[in-house]
């Protein structure tokens, strides 16, 4: 180490100092000294790591400057940092940002549950314990025709829980082409190792047949596993095995089938010009043992695991002690329920913010970019706002070749770049989530319900403001 740098790091500010401007501020008000210790501690280590790194050239910040970054993260201490954002990015399932909004019914059974106690585990009629999966059990059934129903904390405990319930110690058979990752933590393959099942691969990456998975049953066999490919698609010369027909082989062999179907889809979305996706009454028709899904995928409820099939085998996976570890809490269990209610009726699903978000018109979403146009009117002078024709996209690894038409607003920011326009849109305090492209900002109000335009309007309002008044952002 140079005599400079040693120089320059006995001139660090030091904790005391920092502390007393702290609290010339006077926040110990609001944060016990002990939290403020530690945040100026952090603060000077972090000042000391920087100045090794960059060396002796290193900006030694003033005692006062360090004393204000302490102040602005007990400031952030203060403010919720899981809050709303404005999704204007067009991606209806958006894992990052939550994937479905609830619906207003879900909500309602949320707040009431959430307020007080309960009849979570408490049979009413009986006055004794209850089972929490009795609250959605015959609803799940009657939507969906299956014998028994079961729900847990989303779809990866559900797929773990399911094989490690039927097939621990034993082989469960996945077609190559079915090995797939989702959202970079869950990967099948890895989910059947944790789960104590020994993967064995059958067929190849583009085509499996019905007969490679016959060649590969034997004694050492627990399971066969149907993975839909939610995200992606194989293309050309391709051929899966139909669930069907993979029913009839773990029957003919005594070997149960599960089905994990990752969206898990109650309407027929052919109907509506999109591609056939399976819907979960079709799979559990086929006679499969088990079938799971998202709850927050395609049903647009909160996040959930669905496990429905055969009593038998459900029974077994409900008396699996890792169920208790990843049992549903009650928040969500009360707006499954509330989601689920919907359904009942034919129209129910239409008004899920899912589906008023997949299906709404282009022209729909055409006049909502009008209207956002018309309020940016004034602002001119900071942005170019053009209309053009874009694409949505379903999201959630859900319909993955499939895109929905839309209109975006465009964005060219006069003075800034488009990436700063993006990230000044992201510190609002109520954050837009945009598309940045090259010299643009995209913003597709295919996600932004009618009453949340307001939020862009007033966010670019205020970033407009500052930007002429020349002045730095608070964050
Ligand atoms: C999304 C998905 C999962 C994981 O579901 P989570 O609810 O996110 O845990 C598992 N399998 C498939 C096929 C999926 O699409």
């Known amino acids: 180490m140079t005599e400079d740098l040693n120089q320059l790091l006995r001139n660090l500010p030091k904790i005391d100092e920092i502390l007393r401007l702290v609290e010339k501020e006077n ?26 790194e960059a060396g002796a050239a290193a900006l030694v910040p003033s005692p006062g400057e360090a004393a204000r970054r302490v102040l602005e993260r007990i400031d952030l201490l203060g403010r919720p940092s899981l809050r709303k954002v404005v999704n204007a990015t067009g991606i209806i399932l958006h894992t ?10 879900a909500l309602a059974r949320l707040i ?8 979570l585990e408490y049979n ?46 034993k082989e469960a058979l996945v077609s190559r082409g079915e090995l797939i990752e989702i959202g970079g933590e869950f990967r099948i393959p890895e989910v059947m190792e944790k789960s104590g099942v020994i993967l064995r691969e059958v067929g190849t990456t583009n085509r499996t047949h019905g007969s490679d998975y016959e060649r590969a049953v034997g004694e050492r066999t627990g399971m066969i596993l149907k993975v839909h490919t939610s995200n992606f698609r194989i293309l050309g010369f391709t051929g899966e095995v139909p669930l069907p027909e993979l029913v009839r082989i773990g029957r003919e062999r005594a070997v149960p089938v599960m089905n994990d179907l990752g969206s898990g889809c109650f309407i027929n979305l052919g109907e509506y010009g999109f591609a056939d996706e399976p819907t979960v009454r ?63 009726d034919p129209e129910g699903p239409a008004s899920l913010p899912v589906y008023r978000a997949l299906l709404e018109s282009p022209d729909h979403v055409e006049k909502k970019a009008r209207a956002l146009m018309r309020k940016l009117k004034p602002l001119e002078s900071s942005f170019e706002i053009t209309l053009k ?36 849109l992201r510190m609002l305090d109520v954050p837009v989530i945009a598309r940045v492209s090259q010299e643009e900002v995209l913003l597709d109000l295919r996600t932004v319900d009618g009453g949340e335009i307001v939020f862009i309007e007033k966010g670019l309002k205020e970033i407009a403001s500052r930007e002429n008044a020349g002045e730095e952002p608070r964050r």
């Open 124 to 169: 009413l009629e009986e006055g004794e314990r209850g089972l929490r999966y009795d609250h959605v059990r015959s609803l799940l059934c009657a939507l969906t025709g299956a014998e028994d129903a079961l729900v847990v904390n989303n779809n990866a405990a559900a797929v773990l829980l399911v094989l490690n319930s039927l097939a621990e110690g």
């Open 389 to 424: 024709k874009g694409v949505s996209l379903p999201g959630g690894g859900s319909l993955p070749t499939e895109e929905v038409e839309t209109v975006l607003v465009v964005l060219r920011p006069r003075t800034l770049t488009a990436s700063r326009l993006g990230k000044k």
């Open 27 to 52: 926040p110990s008000r609001r944060i016990p000294r002990e939290y403020m210790v530690r945040i100026g501690r952090d603060v000077v280590r972090e000042i000391r790591e920087r100045v090794r």
């Open 282 to 344: 079709e799979a559990v028709a086929t006679g499969v043992d088990v079938v799971t899904f998202s709850g927050d995928k395609l049903l647009g409820g909160p996040q959930a695991g669905i496990v429905l099939g055969k009593r038998s085998y459900l029974e077994r996976i409900a008396r699996n002690p890792l169920n208790r570890a990843l049992r549903i809490d009650k928040l969500t269990l009360a707006a499954l329920e509330g989601t689920l209610r919907l359904y009942l």
């Open 112 to 119: 009431e549950v959430a307020r007080g106690y309960s009849n």
């Open 96 to 105: 990052n940002l939550g994937r479905a909004p609830l619906c207003g019914e």
